[in-house]
């Protein structure tokens, strides 16, 4: 979230509210902040433990990112224009939102032990909803600069597919403007948000406002940068790739690749 307004995050606190303190469990999920905060060059200065008993349901786990940004470095969208170039990141899976769905559709059909139903030969559903997302904060930084590097890409806007979907946070980017987008080139869902569309009779429409549908990141550039942003996301390792245009006309037109409606185009 902070990395949108172009913001390098230097650090983040992290508290544990738990009705019963679970080591195993508190150690894997301190390896991994341990293992993203190296990966990101973040510090964690200090955080809590905190056991509440019948005052939280399993565990709370918050944080608190402080990020800096020079003021005329700030990206807010100002510099949106129409024939912009709009550019997905690959995500690793669900991420963060639309769990609530994901686990209403497994409890429907598997019962109350579905995070131990097989998936496919190598994982299970509880492996699959647990996969690790990525994270764009390093990528994202290479091109803008952090605190005192100069650019190396103008990024016009940047957007973090979260709660909303894909139509639910482009809009952030088109809205104040009067302007839409046309997302005609959306990458292939990961299987397993295909698997629970047939599993849950989802439509297209609903799955794209629910989960982020493969596509992590938005990135917005000018025409001219859109191959320099590609190669320095090949170059990183970052899938990427082109997946729209900014247009002139207000509101969304994606053109599907879900599991009912392929190749169709959906408003929004």
Excluded at 14 to 27: R, S
């Amino acid at each position: 979230d902070a990395i949108c307004v172009g913001a390098e995050v230097i650090s983040v606190s992290n508290t544990l509210d738990t009705n019963k303190v679970n080591p195993e469990a508190t150690e894997q999920m301190m390896e991994g902040l341990k293992k993203a905060a190296l990966e990101q060059k973040i510090v964690i200065p200090g955080g809590e433990i905190a056991e509440l008993s019948s005052m939280v349901n399993g565990n709370v786990w918050n944080s608190t990112a402080i990020g800096v940004v020079k003021k005329d470095r700030v990206i807010d969208g100002s510099k949106v224009a129409a024939g912009d170039v709009i550019i997905g990141l690959r995500s690793a899976g669900f991420r963060s939102n639309g769990y609530t769905l994901v686990r209403h559709i497994l409890k429907e059909n598997f019962g109350e032990d579905w995070h131990n139903e097989k998936f496919d030969d190598t994982k299970t559903w509880g492996q699959v909803t647990l996969t690790p997302a990525k994270i764009y904060h390093n990528f994202v930084l290479s091109m803008h600069g952090r605190f005192n590097e100069e650019p190396k890409v103008e990024l016009k806007g940047v957007v973090h597919v979260t709660g909303g979907g894909l139509p639910g946070n482009v809009v952030r980017l088109t809205k104040k403007k009067g302007l839409g987008a046309e997302l005609n080139n959306l990458p292939a869902p990961h299987s397993e948000m295909l698997k629970l569309q047939e599993l849950g009779n989802v439509e297209d429409s609903e799955a794209y406002k629910t989960w982020n549908m493969g596509v992590g990141m938005i990135l917005v550039v000018g025409k001219d940068e859109a191959q320099k942003v590609l190669d320095t996301a090949q170059a990183a390792g970052m899938d990427a790739q082109q997946i729209g245009v900014i247009t002139e006309d207000a509101g969304t037109k994606l053109t599907s690749q879900g599991h009912f409606k392929k190749d169709e185009v959906l408003n929004f």
